[in-house]
Nanobody, 117 residues
Framework: QVQLVESGGGLVQPGGSLRLSCAAS????????MGWYRQAPGKQRELVAV???????NYADSVKGRFTISRDNTKNTVYLQMNSLKPEDTAVYYC???????????WGQGTQVTVSS
């Protein structure tokens, strides 16, 4: 069965950093585009960052210059390094996998990130 397991969330002060990890199993990881999404209270789920199977990346304007997405195909893991965190970054962060041969994407259960003083 496909599993995406996020970790690394927590409480951090404004200006701080966190590194999220998403460990994938049950998929051919290297051919999947991987992404991080987030959902804050009262808001729609939004794309934060994506990384293609070839390593190309895209970021939401709100996180450009602060967040970095990366992947390690030998560990079937995608990361999100978050620096200079702001209170508006507070959300549940979800890992996403898109297999070009699958009908629907896969989702993790999410990890809470809270930025507060």
């Amino acid at each position: 069965q496909v599993q995406l397991v996020e970790s690394g969330g927590g409480l951090v002060q404004p200006g701080g950093s966190l590194r999220l990890s998403c460990a994938a199993s049950g998929i051919i990881f290297r051919r999947n585009a991987m992404g991080w999404y987030r959902q804050a209270p009262g808001k729609q789920r939004e794309l934060v960052a994506v990384i293609g199977s070839g390593g190309s990346t895209n970021y939401a304007d709100s996180v450009k210059g602060r967040f970095t997405i990366s992947r390690d195909n030998t560990k079937n893991t995608v990361y999100l390094q978050m620096n200079s965190l702001k209170p508006e970054d507070t959300a549940v962060y979800y890992c996403n996998a898109n297999d070009p041969y699958a009908r629907d994407p896969y989702w993790g259960q999410g990890t809470q990130v809270t930025v507060s003083s």
